[in-house]
């Protein structure tokens, strides 16, 4: 039986992957690479030092920090989720639902606790959850388990007792490495990505979230 849901954040509850790939696009034109909205999917659902680090190995830029690079690409995000951000489709519904459920709800995102910070404030969620929890503790993110085995035990709950809601691909992979059942809702774009059929059911936004979904999970 599901005993807790853990919503990841960013293309989940908020409406900010667009905000990412406009800050990473401006924060590595500024050292010298030329992203675009096509090749920021490659990173999506990763730590913002492991997106620096990714492009790092893979293209020759600037001699930015990456300490630098990581502060003006957070800062962009913050910005645009504080003057524009917007809830997903169906978010405020499918947490009152697993509310309803009288299970533990959590927020696991790769995203730190700053990001976090703007999203819940800016949501009204700062209430919502009974864990938050941010990837930027863990050694590694995601697709790495960790912050998802780390929140389950803050929540006392068995990672097999827990329910994961994700966005990316590398975050369905971290869930499932976890051990945890996952639906997934990835953004339009990505929709008919075969890679996705590892979660345990696909919506195309969380308003498909409802008892017929809740009862196949708990099978």
């Known amino acids: 039986m599901i005993g807790a849901v853990i919503f990841d954040m960013d293309g989940v509850l908020i409406d900010s992957e667009p905000f990412w790939q406009e800050s990473e696009i401006e924060a590595f034109g500024r050292a010298g690479l030329a992203l675009t ?112 085995l780390t929140t389950a035990r803050k929540l006392g709950v068995a990672p097999t007792q827990c329910l994961a809601i994700e966005d990316s691909f590398n975050g369905v992979l971290a869930a499932k490495a976890a051990r945890m059942k996952c639906v997934a809702v990835p953004e339009p774009g990505q929709r008919r990505d075969s890679r996705f059929c590892i979660a345990d059911t696909v919506l195309d936004s969380l308003g498909g979230v409802g008892m017929d979904v809740w009862q196949a999970l708990q099978a």
């Open 37 to 148: 909205r096509e090749l920021c999917l490659q990173t999506m659902g990763l730590r913002v030092d492991e997106v620096v680090e990714y492009w790092r190995r893979r293209r020759d830029f600037g001699e930015t920090q990456a300490g630098a690079l990581e502060d003006s690409i957070i800062g962009g995000v913050v910005e645009r989720i504080l003057s524009k951000g917007v809830a997903k489709e169906g978010a405020a519904e499918a947490l009152a639902f697993f509310r309803g459920r009288g299970v533990r709800v959590a927020l696991a995102s790769s995203s730190a606790y700053r990001l976090i910070s703007a999203v819940t404030e800016r949501l009204g969620l700062a209430e919502e959850f009974d864990c938050v929890y941010s990837a930027e503790e863990e050694e590694y993110g995601k697709p790495h388990p960790g912050v998802y």
